[in-house]
């Protein structure tokens, strides 16, 4: 296989793979079944990040059939992301943990069941706005609409976009826990959104906090 670009799950940094940092298998299903020839490939990566170099691990389901110089892999079946489980980005432990876990569990079912993963990115939407805001407690969309006024023009587009989507849009204004018909692209779109949301507000928050802290450390410093 040739080297290909790549973009590590676990730091997410884009990276070139060579060689000598991937390995894959495969293993034949040949016992005659109702479903016909199987190949189940394997493949690690491993990061070539020096500050992570952590592995990957990745299975894809194919039909397959006998060639005239071995097996020849056909249509992908099935495919499973195994190690990391799922594609949730890190983020920082000072965001609050209840939060982190909803986005999680949200990413991890987000191909198995997207209407259950997008239930749990509505209740952890609610939670970032009651917690970064300090918003008065509501239905969701009213949860959102007191935040206009606080959040940039551009922000407050990326989040009007997504709640007028679709199926999303309309239950808004019902029960966070309600189970919403989505279809995969949404759900995607609802992680999208949180994930920006994480980044543009704590993940900011706290890189101002720092730069503000170091420019006090250094004039501190510096006086007579």
Known sequence: MDDFNWICPH????????DRRFSTNEHILYIENTDGRRALRSMFIVCPNPDCCKFTLTAALHESRRGPNGE????????WNLVPPSK???FPSYIPQPILD???EACLIQDLSPKASATLSRRCLQGILRDFWAVKPSRLVDEIDQIKDKVDHLTWGAIEAVRKLGNIGAHM????NEIVDVDPEEA???????????REWYVAREQRKARMLSVVAAATKKKP
């Open 11 to 18: 730091c997410e940094r884009a990276v070139t793979i060579t």
């Open 72 to 79: 020849l892999l056909g249509s992908l079946i099935e495919s």
């Open 88 to 90: 949730a980005k890190t």
């Open 102 to 104: 909803d986005y999680r």
């Open 173 to 176: 204004e019902k029960d966070i």
């Open 188 to 198: 995607q779109l609802l992680i999208g959104l949180i994930e920006t949301l994480l």
